[in-house]
C-alpha cells in the first residue's frame, strides 16, 4: 500500500529536550515536504527536499532542520524544542514536486510544555 | 508572491443541498491548483486538481472545482451534499518562481452537513 508514515503519532515533551520526527515513504518520491497545522493558519511549510541532499527552507524554517541521505526518509529535527512548536506536523510527499499532488502522513501532535 | 484566500473558515449546508467552497489566488504565473480535503485526525487527501487544460475539473467524491483565470478562482462545488462530506477543506496553490517551489495553502473550511 502506497503511504507515507510518521511517527510518532503522539508526543508530550519538555523544553529543550531534543526530538526527532521521522517520516518515511514507499512511492519512490522524489519531493518531500514537513508542513505544521495551526488552528485559523492552516498549513505552513517548514522545510522541502527535492531529491536526496538537496533541501530548502519553505516559509517557517526556524528552529527545525531536517536532512534527507536516502530517498525514502525525511526525518524533522527539534534540536530545542520550545512551547511555540507545540502543533499538528504533516509529512508529505510527491513524484517530483508541488506541480504533482502530494501525499499526507496521517500527522504528528507535538505538545511542549 | 502567491497567496491563497478560501471565503468562510465555516460553511453549513442541509443534507442533499448544493456545496460551494470558495477559493481565490494571486500568483504572477500560471499556477497549479489543488483542493485536499481533511477528515478528523486524519492527514490531507487530494479531492482534484488543475494543471493545464480543461478549466472544469471532476475530483473524486462528485466534487468538482473550474478554474476561472479571469476571476482568479477555483471555486469546489457538489450538487448535493452527504453527511459523510464534513470535513475541512483546503485550497492550495503552486507556482515555480525564481526556484522556489513552497505551495501555499489556504487557511481551511470547515465544511457542516446538518441532517
Redesign the interface.
Known sequence: EAQ?TQNPRYLITVTGKKLTVTCSQNMNHE?MSW?RQDP??????IY?S?NVEVT?K??VPEGYKVSRKEKRNFPLILESPSPNQTSLY?C?SSLT???Q???????TRLSIL | AQSVTQLGSHVSVSEGALVLLRCNYSSSVPPYLFWYVQYPYQGLQLLLKYTTGATLVKGINGFEAEFKKSETSFHLTKPSAHMSDAAEYFCAVSSPSGGSYIPTFGRGTSLIVHP
Do not use: I, K, N, T
Not at chain 1, 485559523?40 to 511549510?45: A, F, I
Not at chain 1, 499532488?101 to 500527522?107: C, R, S
Open positions: 507515507v519531493y508542513y485559523g493558519l492552516g498549513l505552513r511549510q522541502y527535492m530548502d519553505g516559509d504533516f508529505a514536486g508541488v506541480e499532488p502530494q501525499h499526507f502522513g496521517d500527522g
